[in-house]
């Protein structure tokens, strides 16, 4: 996932935006076209555009894909995990309890405590140690 799709993205379920990107994993790739520059959110510094002091670092930008990480909405509480690249934002009824509560066992050190607690719609609630 490129960091320019936080500019674009929102919670499927209440259409919250921005949403809060935690990365885990990232690769180098190579750039191979000019970057456009985030028109209202910049993913890669974390910040809407209008509120950054210095102009965003595009081309760094560019070059980083989002191998493993997770996207959360601060409005509703429900998390999506980026697994190979591909952010995976499914409705509440089509997403899969054993996959989700693996990902959070796998990568609970990196997770925010309240997203393995409270996050919907899974959680270790319970089972966290």
Not at 11 to 37: A, D, G, N
Not at 99 to 115: E, G, N, V
Request: proline share 6%; charged share 35%; glycine share 4%.
């Amino acid at each position: 996932m490129k960091y320019r799709l936080m500019d674009l993205l929102i919670c499927p379920m209440c259409r919250h935006f921005p949403l809060v990107l935690h990365v885990f994993e990232t690769r180098e790739i190579e750039q191979t076209s000019k970057s456009k520059k985030c028109e209202i959110y910049c993913g890669y510094e974390a910040s809407r555009i209008d509120e950054l002091i210095n102009e965003p670092d595009c081309e760094e930008c560019w070059k980083k894909e989002i191998v493993t990480g997770l996207l959360s909405c601060g409005e509703c509480g429900r998390w999506y995990p980026i697994q190979d690249e591909i952010p995976r934002m499914l409705p509440d009824n089509m997403r899969d309890k054993n996959r989700d509560s693996q990902f959070l066992t796998t990568w609970k050190a990196r997770i925010p405590d309240k997203i393995l607690a409270e996050g919907r719609p899974f959680n270790l609630s319970g089972r966290l140690d």
